[in-house]
């Protein structure tokens, strides 16, 4: 699924300007602590998360992530936006809750990154 | 396949407890080297998590400690050394779920109780040596894919 759709489905804006909108995310993730985040881990993710401390774009370059929607219309501050375009990462946002986001991905056919 | 380097590459990072604004990027610049040397992605993935969560607990609960790494044509070795207040129990440690982390850390997304069984499960060998009242050694090697 391209970012593109993931942004129409969620209603969400993407955040930083240089984002390849067209990117192929294979699978998703939510959660709120990082080391769940990273056992879970799996190439050309996608993170659906609440938490907008610059840790969160350190372990998505870590796990393989590319690309990260921050839940309820959260917005990062400067610094993690400055952080995640070095790492070429895309951040959008969308209005809804991690549940609502979550599930509406998972019925458009968007795999778990843990596979079950 | 075995890396292309005719000898051992060595090198070591700093990593300063508290400071969780540059927290990770010992991690990331030990990631920046396995990519130059073509590395498989599969290994940098799982050598990047394993040691950016050692690298998270000096941060979280050492004053300081030291990432250093040896890599060879057919592995790598990680070491991360910390002046912390060292583990009282490891087998209780490596229980999934189980952290002291305090509430503030968990804030911040981290003190979830994987920090180290992901470093166990990232790695081939995994070994971890600590010292209450003096710190902690953590050893992991990955090997390359033949």
């Known amino acids: ?11 969400a804006s993407v955040i930083n300007d240089s984002t390849d909108i067209e990117m192929d995310i294979q699978s ?17 993710s996608l993170l659906i998360t609440s938490l907008t401390q610059p840790s969160v774009i350190r372990t998505a370059e870590m796990a393989g992530i590319k690309a990260i929607v921050f839940v309820l219309n959260k917005k ?24 609502t986001a979550s599930g509406t991905l998972f019925e458009a056919g968007m795999p778990s990154c843990f596979g079950k | 396949m075995a890396l292309d380097i005719d ?46 969560e050692a690298e998270m607990n ?10 250093s790494y040896l890599i060879t044509p ?17 087998e209780q440690a490596m229980q999934e779920g189980y952290s002291t982390a305090p509430e503030w850390v968990r804030a911040m997304g981290w003190g979830a109780g ?6 166990k499960k990232n790695s081939d060998e995994f070994k971890v040596d600590s010292v209450v009242g003096e710190g902690t050694l953590i050893e992991m090697t990955l090997n390359f894919p033949e």
Do not use: W
């Open chain 2, 114 to 119: 994987m920090g180290l069984p992901n470093m």
């Open chain 2, 58 to 67: 000096v941060i979280i609960y050492a004053a300081a400690g030291r990432l």
């Open chain 1, 76 to 99: 990062p501050d400067a610094n993690l936006i400055e952080l995640a375009g070095l790492k070429n990462i895309p951040l959008l946002s969308t209005p809804f809750c991690m549940y």
């Open chain 1, 1 to 11: 699924m391209t970012l593109k759709e993931i942004s129409r489905l969620l209603n």
């Open chain 2, 7 to 52: 000898h051992p590459i060595e090198g070591s990072f700093q990593i300063i407890g508290g400071n969780f604004d540059t927290a990770g990027a010992a991690s990331s610049q030990l990631k920046s080297k396995l990519v130059e040397l073509n590395v498989n992605e599969d290994v940098i993935r799982h050598a990047a998590i394993a040691t950016f």
């Open chain 1, 28 to 44: 998703a993730c939510s959660a709120d602590m990082m080391s769940t985040v990273m056992y879970y881990h799996s190439a050309n």
């Open chain 2, 74 to 90: 057919t592995y790598i070795e990680i070491k991360i050394d910390d002046m912390g207040p060292g583990i009282k129990d490891i």
